[in-house]
């Protein structure tokens, strides 16, 4: 072995034994997982909730709803965010039976719709009246909280922060608040915050139209659909729909929580098993990451080329199929995506970029999530001159070269070392460290996997490497768009 080799071995021993030395674990009868990672550097601790449930759990007609509860479960409880609530109670009960009144008659293009639209909005206005906005994170935040926030995958919703560690009792109340008492209060009005995001997002993006009907055309599973969800669907979308899907979906088995820095496992546990140890919710168990090599291909006969036009024209994406994140592909499928993008001597930017044939260019390992089957993505933009067509071609040479000579020598070993900088990195990070921690444990079935990922680059070969790029980046296993100016 290379006196560099053993220095990575010996300092991989070394991050493994400190990892095991920090990090605890342990699951409440309930099936709640915790995650807890002792730094004393600082009195500091940072906490992310991840809900083992995304847009890729939605049903039809029903899309957008897991990014809608994303919105909601800032609204707080009965007791956070409320100012009278037994008389807010009966007002939302009033929205919802207007709501689904103007709902049908909407459909239905009745002409009471408008005066039933009117009526809705007073009772959304008085309702609100009895609202104290911001409750749950003014909570927080005075408390000292940071960077609190969430977000919606298609695998996954996320919900993290990080605050003093003597807040912890606080922040272990209020999310114990609003996973097992949430009140989906202020919904029509969120759902406009909504209808704007999905605005800025897709409608008057220069590429969003054309994403959205790329990836509805390429991929066959849930995938297809926009997070966001489409705008007639979160239109029609009711509380008693958004509660149903909470009550499904957000059981304890579906969530684990992380708390990475200046606490002790005995504190987390003590805390854990006051706020949560009651918590009895059954929901739809989280599907599994698929272990299938079934690929998201579209249906036989469907062309595999999509055409269009947009404002963020001209470019050119392929969609590439590939297994989900179980698959022993998924770690080599991220070095291809580092050997081809990851750096500024990578292949697409020495050889596209650098060269003046591209203004950029892009290789997604896993898009648009990865613990199903799904596509590794790439997207480049040709320089004046440089056809799509052209284009195509150009990155068709990298791939081929990849797929027919494997990486080179340097290339395996800038990786190798890179490999540990980035697990290096991500430990000096409290919220880097709890998030990678949560993501592990649910989608691989332990956060250790990190280590093994690591121990399994640094033993990877060239033919390795070479034998998934020769399988994936084929003109068979492809859905092409180009994207012209509009």
Known sequence: MPANAEDRAAGAMELERRLEER??????????????????????????TYADVGAFDERDGQTGIAHLLEHMAFKGSQRIGAREYKKEAVLLEAVDDAF???????????????????????LVAQAEELVEPN??????????AVGLNATTSHDATKYFMSLPANMLELWFALEAERFQAPVFRELYSEKKVVAEERR??????????????????????????????????????????????FRERYGPKNLAITIVGDTTPEKVR?????????????????????????LAQPPSGVERRLDSSARGGPTLMQAYYRPGIASVDAPILEVIGDIMTGSRTARFNRSLLQEGKAFGANLVPAYPGDKHACTSLIYAIPATGVSLAQMEGLVRQQLDSLADKGPTASEMERIKKASKVELVDALRRNSGMAAALASYHTLTGSW?????????????????????AARTFTPENCFTGYVRKA
């Open 23 to 48: 990090i605890s674990e342990f699951e409440l009868p309930n099936g709640l997982h915790f995650i807890v990672m002792e730094r004393h550097n600082a009195p500091i601790v940072s906490v992310h």
């Open 100 to 122: 689904y009144a103007f709902w049908d008659a909407h459909t239905r293009s009745a002409s009471s719709s408008g005066r039933l639209y009117e009526q809705l909005q007073q």
């Open 135 to 144: 409750a749950f994170g003014a909570m927080l935040q005075k408390s000292g």
């Open 200 to 245: 800025s997002r897709i409608d008057n993006s220069p590429m969003g139209r054309f994403q959205e009907t790329f990836l509805s055309s390429a991929i066959s599973n849930n995938y297809r659909r926009p997070i966001i969800g489409y705008e007639q669907d979160v239109a029609g979308l009711g509380r008693r729909e958004v509660e149903a899907f």
């Open 270 to 294: 003590a805390m854990a098993e006051k706020y949560f140890g009651a918590w009895r919710q059954d929901a739809i168990p989280a599907l599994p990451p698929s272990s299938s090599e079934v």
């Open 448 to 468: 250790r996997t990190i280590l093994q990922e690591s121990a399994q680059i640094e033993t990877l070969k060239a033919a390795d490497v070479r034998d998934v």
